[in-house]
């Protein structure tokens, strides 16, 4: 299978952006309890077009990681994973914005 110049510029945005949408989720969580659904929606109102596939991978991986905690919550008759950022969860997010802060300063110095 031969990949068209749009499939390999699909594949390295995937790449370039993973780690801004772990960002943004880890931010979301920190801010409060965040799920699935919720999530995907959010991120699709910044042009992030991220399917169950790819976001559930990346929250069970941030929850590994000790970033995030999950707890199924019932809502009606279905069951709902929660996320809340832990402590170190928060402390990464901390650190992370300082290297955020330092790269949008280096990509906004007018250079294109």
Known sequence: MKLTKLD??????????SGLIRLHILHHAVEGPIFGLGMAEELARHGYRISPGTL???LHGLEKKGYLRSKEVREGKSLRKVYRATPLGRKALIAAKGKVRELIGELMEGKS
């Open 56 to 58: 559930y991978p990346l």
């Open 8 to 17: 390999y510029v699909s594949a390295v945005d995937r790449d370039l952006y």
